[in-house]
């Protein structure tokens, strides 16, 4: 699609109308460009100006037209000039789908995968973002390198002496010769390593993670970190939503999160008293600034801070990109200033809370985009498992109960008698009393014989364990035309039956291959279906239905029976020994064991079972003796681990004594989940920090280019909120020397964790002439974001409000 010719040139050569920074109208200019110094600046190739805020800005319509006009127009939706230049796009991030080998794609899953340190094109390839020099890079240290805009911008270590309120925000035309080395140079890092070696060889410590009062600093495990304001930030007050939107509609945007080990989040300062900065501040409340800067004062104010200690004790951190800058460790430019002082940020305040296991042996640019991001084969599976639930293709019209929206979980339309004896419907529903989705199992045309049928499947609601879909209710209805027994069940999208899964062609004339089940995937499976037994057994009820079949698969090798209850139902009969029940539970699992194991469907396993005999080679004795115990009546029982105990007092195998005997396995399987769940866990950290990067990026967005507030002074475009806007333009407009985008992943998450977490590192923002430039902390930037979104939100806010 393209956009506008004249609208493009416009963006690129820096006419657009919307944009006109430093011009004789700016109050900021006035105050502080220094004239003689504009003149040598290089100027900053402006970048991004939207078609549409172009015209909205050339437009004297209301918003309203305009809005429709955009609509309207041919051209609506064509809003950034240049998009064949820019390879990452935001519509690519927020689906996040890898586009496999047939499209060349600057974001693509697939080729970051193969993460390759150089060469690599891709623009989120960390090494290629960490390699990036602009043009002046290539002078050595010692030589000024002349003023440029080009990107990025250099974030300037805390010079710390108390910040000028953001009203008298310095504006500084300043040559980069007073400012920092350009950042990486090879020369400089040379310098720090063999620093550092110096200093190893004198006995001193290096520390490369961090200074030694990081323990001493409270680390909340959540990002909630002040009190929220009711009145005030309509998206502070939604805890859920950052989350909502990492996870589905603004994947990419919610994925933005954790560079935990590229040394750029800003949350842990945050966590340790800065952090309620981030969160939707009354104007009236930037006093918790001045303790949360309190803290961090202190923190830099620690003993090894003190001034007089020796530069070297200073913590390296391997993994700030911006730590390796020349310049930053210098006393020069801090005069007096202790070695803590000048450390360009204590690395904490830029870390996310470490939680989980995590890879320690990675070099910076070897982490790849996946450091950012969800990984992709769980973000996948959690999405078509949400979509899939979701989704109702062809919804009955039939309301059950409480329940409505139904859809039809059977593939099979043309239904016989299935493994209960009975014609068996399934469908997810959505229960009035919550909208959750629930399981319906309908048994057709079925008549209960006995109220105490129904009264012995309400039982089951009593039984919960993770290795059974829990039963919710049991009842009877006239809905579907004819009298059904219904069972609500939990509800797991996507999953499918044993059945299906190791056996997809039963039925089918085509020959089954050979194939074994490994041996650790059985034992998992023998572990889960002993545990749902434990807990059904114990409950003083039976199974009744171990049947592939009736045990669905809802995650890898992570496996659920299904439908207990409905043998209760329809065999009921009072005169049954329970105990008979759970023996014939005991065989039916050996059974289907051995129906795995030796690849044959259960209908055609040739009975009686002698599984020492049947069972392949390849499964280790203590798999076989396992199996054997179960099929052996209770009579002739041993342990599964060939002992002679095993009984119950009546004679019965029991549970407990198989649970007992398997008992090195259940620990194996049971560390396996301990490890998969701290996987998670650390996933879930990661993610919940997704929802302030959003939240951000939402305020950020609702804040600049507010075309119906141009006439209100505080909002216009060259007033106390032009460092948003600039900011806007540092964060995701940065260009190289030559002026083509620079699209950079780790500069853009880093930059908006630092204006989250409040931090006090000086960002040097340029106007697109690149005679402007602003020095202002993240810190001053999030009170600006902060206040310009309360007014934004507050009813009464801004004289000239209207309303879209
Ligand atoms: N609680 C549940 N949540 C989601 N899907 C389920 C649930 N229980 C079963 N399913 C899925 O519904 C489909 C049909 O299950 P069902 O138990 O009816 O199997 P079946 O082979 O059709 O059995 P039957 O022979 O009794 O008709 C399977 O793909 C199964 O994975």
Redesign the pocket.
């Known amino acids: 699609m393209a956009a506008p010719k004249d609208i493009n040139k416009k963006s690129l050569t820096g006419e657009s109308p919307v944009f006109t920074p430093g011009t004789a109208n700016s109050p900021l200019r006035k105050i502080s460009v220094i004239p003689s110094l504009a003149a040598n600046a290089t100027p900053f190739t402006p970048l991004g100006t939207s078609a549409v805020s172009t015209s909205n800005a050339s437009s004297s319509a209301s918003p309203r037209e305009q809005l429709r006009d955009l609509a309207n127009s041919k051209d609506a939706g064509v809003s950034v000039p240049r998009t064949d230049a820019i390879s990452f796009n935001l519509a690519s991030v927020r689906e996040f789908v890898p586009r496999l080998s047939e499209q060349p794609s600057g974001f693509n899953l697939s080729s970051t995968k193969e993460f390759v340190p150089k060469g690599d094109l891709s623009p989120f390839n960390v090494a290629k973002v960490v390699e990036f020099r602009p043009q002046s890079q290539a002078l050595p240290p010692s030589v000024t390198p002349p003023s440029t805009s080009s990107v990025p911008n250099q974030a300037l270590p805390n010079p710390h002496p108390p910040q000028p309120p953001l009203n008298s925000l310095e504006i500084q035309q300043t040559p980069l010769a007073t400012q920092h080395q350009q950042p990486h140079q090879p020369h400089q890092q040379h310098q720090q390593h063999q620093q550092h070696q110096h200093h190893l060889s004198q006995g001193l410590h290096f520390l490369p993670n961090g200074p030694p009062q990081q323990p001493q600093m409270p680390i909340p495990t959540g990002p909630s970190r002040m009190p929220s304001h009711a009145n005030t930030d309509h998206m502070n007050n939604r805890p859920g939503i950052g989350g909502m939107i990492s996870m589905s509609a603004m994947g990419g945007v919610g994925g933005l999160n954790n560079i935990g080990g590229m040394n750029s989040m800003g949350a842990l300062g945050a966590m340790a008293g800065m952090g309620g900065i981030s969160y939707g501040m009354p104007p009236g409340s930037d006093g918790q600034l001045g303790q949360s800067a309190g803290l961090y004062e202190q923190y830099h104010a620690g003993p090894q801070g003190a001034p007089g200690t020796n530069l070297t004790t200073s913590p390296y951190n391997p993994y700030a990109a911006t730590s390796q800058q020349p310049g930053r460790e210098g006393t020069s430019y801090y005069q007096g200033q202790s070695a803590f002082a000048t450390q360009h940020q204590p690395l904490g305040e830029h870390l996310y809370f470490p939680h989980g296991p995590h890879r320690q042996d990675l070099l910076p640019r070897q982490r790849t985009i996946h450091e950012f991001f969800l990984p992709e084969k769980l973000r996948q599976d959690v999405q078509l498992k949400s979509r899939a639930g979701n989704q109702a293709a062809v919804t009955l019209s039939v309301n059950v109960e409480s329940y409505h929206s139904l859809t039809a979980?059977?593939?099979?339309s043309h239904?016989v008698a299935?493994?209960?004896g009975r014609i068996?419907?399934?469908y997810?529903a959505v229960a009035s009393k919550n909208g959750r989705h629930y399981?319906l199992?309908r048994l057709e045309n079925f008549r209960v014989s006995n109220e105490n049928a129904l009264r012995a499947a309400r039982e089951w609601r009593r039984v919960t364990s993770g290795s059974i879909?829990t039963v919710h209710e049991a009842f009877t209805t006239r809905a579907f035309g004819d009298s059904s027994v219904v069972f609500a069940?939990?509800?797991?999208?996507l999953?499918?039956?044993l059945?299906?899964y190791h056996f997809p062609t039963y039925g089918q004339t085509r020959t089954r291959g050979n194939v074994t089940v490994q041996e650790p995937v059985l034992w998992g499976y023998f572990v889960q279906i002993a545990n749902a037994l434990r807990a059904i057994h114990s409950a003083g009820l039976a199974a009744r239905c171990i049947d592939l079949?009736?045990i669905?698969?809802t995650s890898k090798n992570r496996i659920r029976l299904?439908?207990c209850a409905v043998p209760d139902v329809i065999d009921y009969d009072p005169t049954r020994r329970l105990q008979d029940l759970q023996q014939e539970d005991f065989v039916h699992f050996g059974e289907i064991m051995v129906s795995l194991a030796t690849y044959t469907p259960p209908s055609e396993l040739k009975k009686p079972l002698s599984p020492i005999d049947q069972l392949p080679e390849i499964y280790s004795p203590e798999f076989k003796t396992a199996v054997t115990w179960l099929l052996t009546p209770a009579s002739n029982m041993m342990t599964p681990n060939g002992g002679s105990s095993g009984s119950d007092s009546s004679g019965g195998k029991t549970i407990d004594a198989l649970i007992h005997s398997i008992a090195p396995q259940m620990a194996r399987y049971f560390d396996m989940s301990l490890q998969e769940n701290d996987g998670l866990m650390s996933q879930v950290f990661r993610e919940v920090e997704n929802g302030r990067i959003a939240r951000l990026l939402m305020k950020l967005g609702t804040i600049n280019e507010r075309e119906n507030y141009q006439r209100d002074a505080s909002w216009s475009e060259h007033g106390p909120r032009y460092p948003l806007k600039l900011l806007r333009d540092y964060i995701f407009h940065q260009v190289d020397e030559s002026g083509r985008p620079v699209v950079d992943a780790w500069h853009i998450l880093a930059s908006l964790n630092k204006l989250d977490a409040g931090s006090s590192e000086v960002v040097r923002l340029s106007s697109r002439d690149g005679r402007t430039n602003l020095f202002v902390t993240y810190k001053e930037l999030n009170k600006l974001v902060q206040r310009s979104f309360n007014d934004l939100i507050r009813p009464a806010a801004g004289p000239n409000r209207r309303h879209n």
């Not at 979980?409 to 099979?412: G, K, M, S, V």
């Not at 069940?489 to 999208?493: E, G, I, K, L, N």
Request: glycine residues 6%; charged residues 25%; hydrophobic residues 30%.
């Open positions: 979980l059977d593939t099979n239904k299935g493994s209960f068996t419907w399934l997810k399981c199992r879909v069940t939990d509800y797991f999208p999953s499918v039956t059945m299906q079949t009736k669905i698969r299904s439908g």
